[in-house]
């Protein structure tokens, strides 16, 4: 089963986040920027295995955890038919971490936990939403979370990253950080 048929992830199928193949791209370019292929990349929350595929394929070293197992068994199956193996897990370091499209399921905890887990890397890709309603969002998501868009960089900071770069793509931010020295 894909996140998407999952009932509980499926209001974004229904507003028209289903490109799978358009974030998997997106994905590799953000990944290409950065790091060279044979380095090694932690994806947290690898939903259909969406940017991990096209990464694997690039000749990335791929690592991943979902909190969902079925998207870890989608992932999987998906790697089965491209002939790619991702490694299901947390490394103890790697080149770069990321997390796409992710936090908007999150809470102000849970964001403040995902800076320290990504510490596992010297730099990171994290996406965030800030707003709602353009594209694909229900605006309904946005609005439930207990942490603003404009918080996400002094979080950052405060939790040891300093924020690159950032680059909007539609309602939503991708920033790149960098572990900064403390
Ligand atoms: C919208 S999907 C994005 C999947 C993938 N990164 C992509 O871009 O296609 C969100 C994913 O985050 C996972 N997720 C949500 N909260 C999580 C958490 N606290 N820890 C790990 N995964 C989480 C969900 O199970 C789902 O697979």
Same mark, same amino acid.
């Given at each position: 089963m894909k996140w998407v048929d999952d009932p509980k992830w499926n209001h974004w199928q229904s507003h028209g986040w289903s490109n799978y193949e358009q974030m998997g791209d997106r994905a590799l370019q953000a990944v290409r920027d950065i790091i060279e292929p044979g380095q090694k990349v932690y994806e947290l929350g690898v939903g259909g295995g969406a940017a991990v595929v096209p990464l694997l394929l690039a000749g990335y070293e791929v690592w991943g955890t979902d909190i969902?197992?079925?998207?870890?068994?989608e992932t999987e199956r998906q790697c089965a038919q491209h002939a790619v193996r991702f490694r299901h897990g947390i490394p103890e370091t790697a080149d770069l971490a990321i997390c796409i499209n992710v936090?908007?399921?999150m809470t102000r905890l849970e964001v403040f936990a995902l800076f320290k887990h990504l510490h596992l890397a010297p730099r990171a890709i994290v996406t965030f939403r800030v707003g709602g309603g353009i594209d694909s969002e229900p605006p309904r998501l &946005? %609005?439930?979370?207990?942490?603003?868009?404009?918080?996400?960089?002094?979080?950052?900071?405060?939790?040891?990253?300093?924020?690159?770069? &950032? %680059?909007d793509v539609g309602a939503e931010r991708w920033a790149r950080l960098r572990r900064r020295a403390i």
């Open positions: 969902l197992q079925t998207n870890i068994d936090t908007q399921h &946005v %609005d439930m979370l207990d942490w603003r868009p404009e918080q996400f960089e002094a979080a950052a900071y405060e939790h040891g990253w300093l924020v690159e770069r &950032v %680059d």
